[in-house]
Protein backbone atom coordinates (compact mmCIF):
# COMPACT_ATOMS: atom_id res chain seq x y z
CA UNK A 1 0.00 0.00 0.00
CA UNK A 2 1.43 2.96 -0.80
CA UNK A 3 1.14 6.05 1.99
CA UNK A 4 0.76 9.47 0.61
CA UNK A 5 1.85 11.94 3.25
CA UNK A 6 0.39 15.26 1.93
CA UNK A 7 -3.14 13.09 1.31
CA UNK A 8 -2.88 11.89 4.63
CA UNK A 9 -2.30 15.35 6.38
CA UNK A 10 -5.24 16.99 4.31
CA UNK A 11 -7.42 14.35 5.28
CA UNK A 12 -6.92 14.32 9.27
CA UNK A 13 -6.54 18.08 9.58
CA UNK A 14 -10.43 18.12 7.89
CA UNK A 15 -11.43 15.38 10.20
CA UNK A 16 -10.05 16.99 13.02
CA UNK A 17 -11.26 20.36 12.11
CA UNK A 18 -14.52 19.46 11.49
CA UNK A 19 -17.59 20.30 13.79
CA UNK A 20 -19.80 17.49 12.76
CA UNK A 21 -17.74 14.64 13.60
CA UNK A 22 -18.88 13.04 16.94
CA UNK A 23 -18.12 13.68 20.47
CA UNK A 24 -17.27 11.61 23.15
CA UNK A 25 -16.42 12.19 26.54
CA UNK A 26 -13.90 10.02 28.69
CA UNK A 27 -15.22 11.74 31.96
CA UNK A 28 -16.84 8.99 34.12
CA UNK A 29 -16.90 6.57 31.22
CA UNK A 30 -14.95 3.07 29.87
CA UNK A 31 -14.72 2.37 25.96
CA UNK A 32 -12.75 -0.71 24.51
CA UNK A 33 -11.35 -0.09 20.75
CA UNK A 34 -11.67 -2.71 18.48
CA UNK A 35 -11.16 -2.74 15.17
CA UNK A 36 -9.77 -5.44 12.23
CA UNK A 37 -11.98 -7.99 12.45
CA UNK A 38 -12.54 -8.50 8.95
CA UNK A 39 -15.84 -10.68 9.07
CA UNK A 40 -16.13 -13.17 6.48
CA UNK A 41 -18.39 -16.18 5.54
CA UNK A 42 -16.87 -19.07 7.89
CA UNK A 43 -15.47 -20.19 4.81
CA UNK A 44 -11.55 -20.96 4.17
CA UNK A 45 -10.88 -17.60 2.63
CA UNK A 46 -12.36 -16.46 6.52
CA UNK A 47 -8.99 -14.89 8.28
CA UNK A 48 -11.14 -14.26 11.46
CA UNK A 49 -13.47 -17.61 12.35
CA UNK A 50 -10.29 -19.46 14.21
CA UNK A 51 -10.91 -15.84 16.92
CA UNK A 52 -14.21 -16.41 16.94
CA UNK A 53 -14.81 -17.33 20.68
CA UNK A 54 -11.72 -14.93 21.63
CA UNK A 55 -14.13 -12.27 20.87
CA UNK A 56 -17.08 -13.76 21.87
CA UNK A 57 -15.70 -13.38 25.30
CA UNK A 58 -14.20 -10.65 25.00
CA UNK A 59 -17.59 -8.55 24.16
CA UNK A 60 -19.14 -10.71 27.06
CA UNK A 61 -16.82 -8.97 29.37
CA UNK A 62 -17.07 -5.57 27.93
CA UNK A 63 -21.22 -5.46 28.11
CA UNK A 64 -21.39 -7.49 31.15
CA UNK A 65 -18.73 -4.46 32.94
CA UNK A 66 -20.71 -1.39 31.51
CA UNK A 67 -18.64 -0.56 28.63
CA UNK A 68 -19.08 1.66 25.90
CA UNK A 69 -17.73 -0.57 22.34
CA UNK A 70 -16.23 1.44 19.74
CA UNK A 71 -15.28 -0.64 16.55
CA UNK A 72 -12.76 1.30 14.74
CA UNK A 73 -13.37 -0.13 11.06
CA UNK A 74 -13.18 -2.97 8.73
CA UNK A 75 -15.17 -5.19 11.25
CA UNK A 76 -16.71 -7.08 8.19
CA UNK A 77 -14.72 -8.14 5.11
CA UNK A 78 -16.79 -6.48 2.21
CA UNK A 79 -14.38 -6.67 -0.11
CA UNK A 80 -14.38 -10.23 -0.19
CA UNK A 81 -18.27 -11.05 1.75
CA UNK A 82 -21.74 -9.98 0.86
CA UNK A 83 -23.39 -8.51 3.94
CA UNK A 84 -26.06 -11.36 3.42
CA UNK A 85 -23.64 -14.05 4.07
CA UNK A 86 -21.76 -12.18 6.87
CA UNK A 87 -24.32 -11.23 9.09
CA UNK A 88 -25.91 -15.53 8.43
CA UNK A 89 -22.76 -16.80 9.93
CA UNK A 90 -21.82 -14.55 12.69
CA UNK A 91 -25.29 -13.36 13.39
CA UNK A 92 -25.65 -15.71 16.68
CA UNK A 93 -21.99 -14.83 17.68
CA UNK A 94 -20.45 -12.13 16.59
CA UNK A 95 -23.64 -9.68 15.96
CA UNK A 96 -25.35 -11.12 19.06
CA UNK A 97 -22.55 -9.81 21.60
CA UNK A 98 -22.40 -6.68 20.22
CA UNK A 99 -26.50 -6.05 20.65
CA UNK A 100 -26.10 -7.18 24.41
CA UNK A 101 -23.96 -3.59 24.46
CA UNK A 102 -27.27 -1.79 23.37
CA UNK A 103 -27.48 0.60 20.67
CA UNK A 104 -26.41 3.76 22.55
CA UNK A 105 -23.62 2.04 23.66
CA UNK A 106 -22.04 0.66 20.14
CA UNK A 107 -20.47 3.45 17.92
CA UNK A 108 -18.88 2.06 14.34
CA UNK A 109 -16.69 4.39 12.76
CA UNK A 110 -15.68 2.49 9.31
CA UNK A 111 -12.63 1.73 7.26
CA UNK A 112 -11.46 0.75 3.71
CA UNK A 113 -13.19 -2.65 3.85
CA UNK A 114 -16.18 -1.74 5.50
CA UNK A 115 -16.65 1.72 3.90
CA UNK A 116 -20.49 0.73 2.54
CA UNK A 117 -21.87 1.79 6.23
CA UNK A 118 -23.01 4.96 4.37
CA UNK A 119 -26.66 3.18 3.76
CA UNK A 120 -27.50 -0.84 4.69
CA UNK A 121 -29.47 -0.98 7.81
CA UNK A 122 -26.26 -2.28 10.15
CA UNK A 123 -26.78 -5.96 11.80
CA UNK A 124 -24.64 -4.92 15.02
CA UNK A 125 -28.12 -2.37 15.73
CA UNK A 126 -30.85 -3.84 17.33
CA UNK A 127 -32.90 -1.33 15.80
CA UNK A 128 -32.71 -1.89 12.16
CA UNK A 129 -34.53 1.49 11.41
CA UNK A 130 -32.24 3.17 13.63
CA UNK A 131 -29.79 6.00 12.58
CA UNK A 132 -27.79 4.13 9.82
CA UNK A 133 -24.40 4.39 8.46
CA UNK A 134 -20.86 5.27 10.32
CA UNK A 135 -18.70 8.28 10.56
CA UNK A 136 -15.17 8.74 9.31
CA UNK A 137 -14.09 9.45 13.09
CA UNK A 138 -15.10 10.15 16.76
CA UNK A 139 -13.23 12.76 18.73
CA UNK A 140 -12.63 11.92 22.66
CA UNK A 141 -12.97 14.64 25.52
CA UNK A 142 -10.28 13.48 28.10
CA UNK A 143 -11.11 13.88 31.87
CA UNK A 144 -11.08 17.98 31.66
CA UNK A 145 -13.37 17.66 28.78
CA UNK A 146 -10.35 18.95 26.33
CA UNK A 147 -11.14 17.36 22.90
CA UNK A 148 -7.81 15.59 22.44
CA UNK A 149 -8.11 12.71 21.38
CA UNK A 150 -9.00 11.49 17.06
CA UNK A 151 -10.03 8.23 16.26
CA UNK A 152 -10.21 6.61 12.41
CA UNK A 153 -9.68 3.91 11.32
CA UNK A 154 -6.34 5.16 9.52
CA UNK A 155 -7.03 4.13 6.11
CA UNK A 156 -6.22 8.06 5.41
CA UNK A 157 -4.01 8.89 2.76
CA UNK A 158 -3.70 5.33 2.04
CA UNK A 159 -3.87 5.45 -2.45
CA UNK A 160 -5.64 2.05 -2.59
CA UNK A 161 -7.18 1.91 0.31
CA UNK A 162 -8.76 5.47 0.06
CA UNK A 163 -8.68 6.95 -2.82
CA UNK A 164 -8.86 3.56 -5.42
CA UNK A 165 -10.62 1.55 -3.02
CA UNK A 166 -13.22 0.35 -5.43
CA UNK A 167 -10.44 -0.79 -7.65
CA UNK A 168 -8.89 -2.57 -4.58
CA UNK A 169 -12.26 -4.27 -4.38
CA UNK A 170 -12.60 -5.34 -7.54
CA UNK A 171 -9.39 -6.78 -7.56
CA UNK A 172 -9.81 -9.40 -4.40
CA UNK A 173 -13.21 -9.83 -5.19
CA UNK A 174 -12.88 -10.81 -8.96
CA UNK A 175 -9.14 -12.34 -8.89
CA UNK A 176 -7.49 -12.53 -5.31
CA UNK A 177 -10.26 -14.87 -3.43
CA UNK A 178 -10.55 -17.65 -5.65
CA UNK A 179 -6.83 -17.87 -5.30
CA UNK A 180 -6.63 -17.53 -1.70
CA UNK A 181 -9.28 -20.26 -1.12
CA UNK A 182 -7.37 -22.81 -3.67
CA UNK A 183 -4.20 -21.67 -2.01
CA UNK A 184 -5.65 -22.57 1.57
CA UNK A 185 -7.22 -25.75 0.52
CA UNK A 186 -3.71 -26.76 -0.75
CA UNK A 187 -2.14 -25.94 2.52
CA UNK A 188 -0.19 -23.16 1.03
CA UNK A 189 -1.84 -20.02 2.65
CA UNK A 190 -2.59 -20.45 6.38
CA UNK A 191 -4.35 -18.07 9.14
CA UNK A 192 -0.81 -17.00 10.10
CA UNK A 193 -0.46 -15.00 7.43
CA UNK A 194 -3.79 -12.83 7.84
CA UNK A 195 -1.52 -10.32 11.16
CA UNK A 196 1.03 -9.91 8.23
CA UNK A 197 0.79 -6.18 8.09
CA UNK A 198 -0.16 -4.79 4.69
CA UNK A 199 0.82 -1.27 5.01
CA UNK A 200 4.26 0.31 4.06
CA UNK A 201 6.98 1.13 6.78
CA UNK A 202 6.30 4.44 7.16
CA UNK A 203 3.15 4.58 7.69
CA UNK A 204 3.22 4.73 11.54
CA UNK A 205 5.91 7.71 10.39
CA UNK A 206 3.05 9.84 8.68
CA UNK A 207 0.67 9.06 11.30
CA UNK A 208 2.86 10.05 14.06
CA UNK A 209 4.34 12.99 12.63
CA UNK A 210 1.11 14.69 12.45
CA UNK A 211 -0.29 13.96 15.88
CA UNK A 212 2.65 15.51 17.37
CA UNK A 213 2.24 18.26 14.95
CA UNK A 214 -1.18 18.86 15.96
CA UNK A 215 -0.81 18.38 19.48
CA UNK A 216 -3.18 15.32 19.52
CA UNK A 217 -3.15 11.76 20.13
CA UNK A 218 -4.30 9.72 17.56
CA UNK A 219 -6.03 5.81 18.26
CA UNK A 220 -6.41 4.08 15.06
CA UNK A 221 -6.20 0.52 13.57
CA UNK A 222 -5.57 -0.75 9.62
CA UNK A 223 -2.35 -1.95 9.67
CA UNK A 224 -2.56 -4.71 11.87
CA UNK A 225 0.02 -3.71 14.23
CA UNK A 226 -0.86 -3.29 17.47
CA UNK A 227 0.92 0.31 19.17
CA UNK A 228 1.14 1.78 22.77
CA UNK A 229 2.10 5.19 23.32
CA UNK A 230 3.88 5.02 19.91
CA UNK A 231 5.45 1.93 20.61
CA UNK A 232 5.14 -1.45 18.85
CA UNK A 233 4.98 -5.08 20.83
CA UNK A 234 8.31 -5.32 19.00
CA UNK A 235 9.99 -2.38 21.00
CA UNK A 236 8.69 -3.54 23.97
CA UNK A 237 10.35 -7.21 23.15
CA UNK A 238 13.82 -5.79 22.51
CA UNK A 239 13.87 -3.36 25.85
CA UNK A 240 12.74 -6.43 27.80
CA UNK A 241 15.77 -8.97 26.08
CA UNK A 242 17.98 -5.62 26.73
CA UNK A 243 16.96 -5.79 30.13
CA UNK A 244 17.37 -9.25 30.96
CA UNK A 245 20.49 -9.08 29.53
CA UNK A 246 21.95 -6.32 31.54
CA UNK A 247 20.23 -7.99 34.47
CA UNK A 248 22.80 -11.09 34.27
CA UNK A 249 25.81 -8.91 33.57
CA UNK A 250 25.15 -6.85 36.87
CA UNK A 251 23.74 -9.30 39.07
CA UNK A 252 25.20 -12.68 40.68
CA UNK A 253 22.99 -15.03 39.87
CA UNK A 254 22.87 -18.62 40.46
CA UNK A 255 24.01 -20.82 37.28
CA UNK A 256 20.57 -22.50 37.20
CA UNK A 257 18.94 -19.04 37.23
CA UNK A 258 21.45 -17.66 34.42
CA UNK A 259 20.03 -20.71 32.41
CA UNK A 260 15.84 -20.16 33.02
CA UNK A 261 16.92 -16.28 32.07
CA UNK A 262 18.89 -17.11 28.92
CA UNK A 263 15.98 -19.38 28.29
CA UNK A 264 13.44 -16.48 28.54
CA UNK A 265 15.69 -14.29 26.54
CA UNK A 266 15.55 -16.98 24.12
CA UNK A 267 12.02 -17.30 23.56
CA UNK A 268 11.56 -13.27 23.23
CA UNK A 269 13.88 -13.08 20.48
CA UNK A 270 11.87 -15.97 18.99
CA UNK A 271 8.97 -13.67 19.65
CA UNK A 272 10.53 -10.75 17.74
CA UNK A 273 11.87 -12.43 14.96
CA UNK A 274 8.04 -13.47 14.22
CA UNK A 275 6.74 -10.00 14.81
CA UNK A 276 9.67 -8.53 12.09
CA UNK A 277 8.91 -11.55 9.94
CA UNK A 278 5.45 -10.24 9.73
CA UNK A 279 6.34 -6.71 9.33
CA UNK A 280 4.88 -5.81 12.91
CA UNK A 281 8.12 -3.52 13.57
CA UNK A 282 8.14 -0.53 12.14
CA UNK A 283 11.02 2.20 12.23
CA UNK A 284 11.56 4.28 14.85
CA UNK A 285 9.36 7.58 15.42
CA UNK A 286 11.97 9.65 16.42
CA UNK A 287 15.65 9.54 15.13
CA UNK A 288 17.07 11.04 18.83
CA UNK A 289 15.39 10.54 22.21
CA UNK A 290 12.43 8.74 22.82
CA UNK A 291 8.95 9.27 20.59
CA UNK A 292 5.83 11.56 22.18
CA UNK A 293 3.13 9.00 23.44
CA UNK A 294 0.74 10.40 20.53
CA UNK A 295 0.26 7.43 18.84
CA UNK A 296 -1.87 4.32 19.38
CA UNK A 297 -3.25 1.52 17.10
CA UNK A 298 -5.82 -1.36 18.36
CA UNK A 299 -4.05 -3.86 16.36
CA UNK A 300 -6.36 -6.81 14.93
CA UNK A 301 -8.59 -10.05 15.93
CA UNK A 302 -6.56 -12.03 13.17
CA UNK A 303 -3.52 -13.18 15.48
CA UNK A 304 -2.82 -16.91 15.69
CA UNK A 305 -3.51 -16.97 19.29
CA UNK A 306 -5.90 -14.10 19.59
CA UNK A 307 -7.34 -10.48 19.23
CA UNK A 308 -6.10 -7.12 20.92
CA UNK A 309 -7.94 -4.20 21.85
CA UNK A 310 -7.91 -0.75 23.35
CA UNK A 311 -9.57 -0.22 27.00
CA UNK A 312 -9.88 3.62 28.49
CA UNK A 313 -11.45 3.85 31.90
CA UNK A 314 -11.85 7.50 32.73
CA UNK A 315 -8.25 8.64 33.02
CA UNK A 316 -6.57 5.09 32.57
CA UNK A 317 -5.68 3.60 28.94
CA UNK A 318 -4.66 0.05 28.79
CA UNK A 319 -3.36 -2.20 25.39
CA UNK A 320 -4.54 -5.62 26.06
CA UNK A 321 -4.62 -9.17 24.38
CA UNK A 322 -7.50 -11.94 24.56
CA UNK A 323 -6.19 -15.07 24.47
CA UNK A 324 -7.56 -17.51 21.58
CA UNK A 325 -8.10 -20.51 23.84
CA UNK A 326 -10.74 -20.57 26.49
CA UNK A 327 -9.40 -21.66 29.90
CA UNK A 328 -6.01 -20.03 29.35
CA UNK A 329 -5.32 -17.96 32.84
CA UNK A 330 -5.57 -14.67 32.97
CA UNK A 331 -8.02 -14.99 29.84
CA UNK A 332 -6.95 -11.09 29.06
CA UNK A 333 -3.32 -9.67 29.61
CA UNK A 334 -2.01 -6.52 29.48
CA UNK A 335 0.63 -5.41 27.65
CA UNK A 336 1.00 -2.01 27.67
CA UNK A 337 -1.10 0.87 30.22
CA UNK A 338 -0.75 4.84 31.30
CA UNK A 339 -2.61 7.56 32.09
CA UNK A 340 -4.29 9.28 29.61
CA UNK A 341 -4.00 13.00 30.76
CA UNK A 342 -0.24 12.21 31.54
CA UNK A 343 0.22 11.44 28.21
CA UNK A 344 -1.57 14.33 26.83
CA UNK A 345 -0.16 16.17 28.64
CA UNK A 346 3.69 15.28 26.98
CA UNK A 347 2.19 15.64 23.82
CA UNK A 348 0.73 19.50 24.70
CA UNK A 349 4.30 19.94 25.96
CA UNK A 350 6.10 18.10 23.25
CA UNK A 351 8.46 16.15 25.88
CA UNK A 352 9.12 12.37 25.58
Known amino acids: MAQNRALTEKRLSAL ?23 LGD ?18 AHYAKNDYTLILLGDVEEFWQFDLDRIEKRYRDSIYAGIKAFGDERVHRVYGNHDSEWGNPSDPA ?8 GAPEALKLRDVSEQTSLLLVH ?5 TDADKYSWFSRFVVRGLFKPVEAAAKWLGLYGHPAATKSQVTKDYENIFYAWAKANKVIVICGHSHRAIFASQSYADELQEKIESMQAGIITTRMAVDAIKAEVKKIEKLRQELADEK ?14 ALPCYFNSGCALYTDGLTAIEIANDAIKLVKWHKKAGQEPPVIV ?18
Open 16 to 38: WSDPNVPELSTRGNKYVIISDTH
Open 42 to 59: GGEADDFRENEKALERAL
Open 125 to 132: KNDPNGRK
Open 154 to 158: GHQGS
Open 277 to 290: NKGRDFQPLEANGR
Open 335 to 352: FKEGRLSAFIKKVKENES
